[in-house]
């Protein structure tokens, strides 16, 4: 596994001296949901990250409010604006017939280039509309490599989670822990559109008061009513002073 600790210090800029662009894993359902509103969330979203130069890493679907974000930032500031990591085995679930193509153009298998034969399998979606793919072996490894990404980003990176279910929740709450245990320092918000996490941020407050989660660290996610809040809360984000101060190597 590769080493993914921020006990050290991460430099804001590149190799170059340029300023490194601030990245945003967003979390959410490969569902578009019941109400029109999560989708119109996931444009705005898209919308709010292309006005601010921000980068797009996600779990590689074309379908339901993945897909929507992905690409409507694409559409906004382009293919390289965008990177979807996969699982090779939720591919076929997670992908829109009327958006795939059998090539390999802007597609990579565990960052080595993608075979003709098994991209045609993999229904391979265009760049040009989505973005880079990776497709990757296993869910270990998406997770890993997104958070990789967004340690790596500029100021203002961090995780966003929209609606979703169960992977969402997972996906969202391993975050979670690592920033408790001290693996990452960025910041978390839930983007609580129509009261969607107002039982989860209960949920919280209850631990919180049954003795299960500290006080302080009751902040480690932070609510976000809208697109702009959510990106000005992970700009602010502060982390909490109760987080374990832990020397991780190799995570």
Known sequence: MTNMSTNGVTSSTNADGSPKRAKICVYCGASAGNNPIYLEAARQLARVMAANNIGLVYGGGTVGLMGEIAKTLVSLSGPDSVHGIIPE???????????????????????????????????????????????????????LMMAQEVLAGGPGSGFIAMSGGYGTMEELFETVTWNQLGIHDKGIVLLNINGFYDGILQW????????????????????????????????????????????????
């Not at 017939?97 to 993608?114: L, R």
């Not at 500290?214 to 702009?228: R, S, T």
């Open 89 to 143: 085995a939720l591919v076929r679930y997670e992908r829109d017939p009327n958006y795939t193509s059998a090539h390999t153009n802007g597609t990579q298998k565990d960052g080595t280039a993608e075979d003709e034969e098994k991209a045609k399998q993999l229904a391979v979606p265009d760049e040009n509309v989505f973005g880079l793919t990776t497709i990757v072996k296993d869910m270990h490894t998406r997770k």
């Open 204 to 251: 919280i407050q209850n631990s919180i008061k049954e003795g299960f989660v500290n006080q302080a660290n009751g902040k480690i996610m932070v609510e976000a009513k809208n697109p702009e809040d959510a990106i000005k809360a992970l700009r602010e984000y502060k982390v909490s002073e109760a987080v374990l101060k832990l020397k991780w190597s190799d995570e």
